[in-house]
DNA sequence: TTTGATTAGTTACTTTTAGTAATTAAATAA
DNA sequence: TTATTTAATTACTAAAAGTAACTAATCAAA
């Protein structure tokens, strides 16, 4: 093992987005803003998790969680542009998929 | 957790890029064929995990070994063009680690 | 003929992360 | 008072990753 030459900017990317599940809560929310058992239902992921990756991201600044204190209360997550800007490379993956998968 | 609607392609994708160390790793290979020890040497991956992910992504078709018998024995690994074609999602994911972190 | 060097792994063991199910808090309605 | 709903958290088990030592193959040097 070593650290050599490795762009630690790649490293930490890659680290975040290759977490389980992350790859797929940041695809289901590139349909818009999501609560959070709308994304539970969506992907095969415990609350649990979704929650330990969401607390994540919202602390990268990735997703933004949005509480509205209605009765029972609401639980909005949405992508911040840092998370918008993942577009791109989700939908690179997500061609690859459909050509290659 | 449910199964709906998600598309097993992307799930698929996401599982295999997203496993640790595997995103480095085609990373890495973009550069050209590398013998195990290069690839090892360029990431903190240890070898218990490179030889791991090596054979998932071979047996994907992603990735390609190569034995040379010589002495001492030389291993490269190359990507396919299934592998080569990740190129795309990789970069963005590059390209988005240098503006976003 | 034994020792050492080199590459590409594998094995055994520990620590960390993930999966599962039950539980909690808050607010209200019946 | 009990039930309902959402958004979590907790306790426990199972799986994956980290670490270091070891092996196999092949040859060169001592």
Redesign the pocket.
Known sequence: ?NETTLCPRLAKAMDLIG???TGLILYQLLDGPQ????I?SAL????????????ELEKEGIVE?K???E???????SLTDKGQALEGAIRNIEIWATNWL
């Open positions: 093992m977490k389980r599940w609560r959070f058992n709308e539970e095969p992921v415990s609350g649990r998790l979704l929650s330990e990756r969401l607390k969680r509480v509205y204190t009765v029972p209360v609401r639980v909005e997550y």
